[in-house]
Antibody, heavy 121, light 107 residues
Framework: EVRVLESGGGLVQPGGSLRLSCEAS????????MNWVRQAPGKGLEWVST????????YYADSVKGRFTISRDNSNNTLFLQMNDLRAEDTAVYYC??????????????WGQGTMLTVSS | EIVMTQSPATLPVSPGEGATLSCRAS??????LAWYQQKPGQAPRLLIY???TRAAGIPTRFSGSGSGTEFTLTINSPQSEDYAVYYC??????????FGQGTKLEI
């Protein structure tokens, strides 16, 4: 079964940093675009970041640009999201999501169960 | 940025009645439109992509239609397990990928 599984969420003070991880299994990881999507408590879905299969190109929402960095380790089928200068408005469940294909015009196919980030003093 | 607008915000439907959810894009997104279902406490699940193609394992009572900027998700005879929040998303012009604000299907 194709799966992605996030880890690394927690409670962080404003201005702090955290790195989320996502382990992928049962698919040819290195050819697929991967994404992070977040959902603030009681709110809708917000795209955060995307990385190409090779890791050669990355894309960010304006709300996180310059603070978050997406990366991937294709040898270990793992996706990361390094989050710096965290703010209260970053509080959300963060989902790791596999795109359906290996280019950007694809829907978000496989979702992890999510990991919760709370930014609070 | 393409803005996705869903209506209504909440849709009361009795079991067995049809449900029609709408999604409008602020500009032409061709066929690059998906629908997701999210139940309380769960991750979203891809239901339909490319306007009308059901994802694997999705029941045939779910169908998508539309073109250009106007799209519809239809649920024929909703079952109890279908009561959830539904989001549309465009993946035509990105970044950013954008979602609608969601429609809650309720009894």
């Amino acid at each position: 079964e194709v799966r992605v599984l996030e880890s690394g969420g927690g409670l962080v003070q404003p201005g702090g940093s955290l790195r989320l991880s996502c382990e992928a299994s049962e698919f040819t990881y290195s050819i697929f675009f991967m994404n992070w999507v977040r959902q603030a408590p009681g709110k809708g879905l917000e795209w955060v970041s995307t990385i190409t299969g090779s890791g050669g190109a990355t894309y960010y929402a304006d709300s996180v640009k310059g603070r978050f960095t997406i990366s991937r380790d294709n040898s270990n089928n793992t996706l990361f999201l390094q989050m710096n200068d965290l703010r209260a408005e970053d509080t959300a469940v963060y989902y790791c999501v596999k795109s359906r294909g290996f280019h950007g015009r694809n829907p978000f196919h496989i979702w992890g169960q999510g990991t919760m980030l709370t930014v609070s003093s | 940025e393409i803005v996705m607008t869903q209506s209504p915000a909440t849709l009361p439907v009795s079991p067995g009645e049809g449900a029609t959810l709408s999604c409008r894009a602020s500009q032409n997104i061709n066929n690059n439109l998906a629908w997701y279902q999210q139940k309380p406490g769960q991750a979203p699940r891809l239901l339909i992509y490319d306007i009308s193609t059901r994802a694997a394992g999705i029941p045939t009572r779910f169908s998508g239609s539309g073109s250009g900027t106007e799209f519809t998700l239809t649920i024929n005879s909703p079952q109890s397990e279908d009561y959830a929040v539904y989001y549309c998303q465009q993946y035509s012009t990105w970044p950013p990928y954008t979602f609608g604000q969601g429609t809650k299907l309720e009894i």
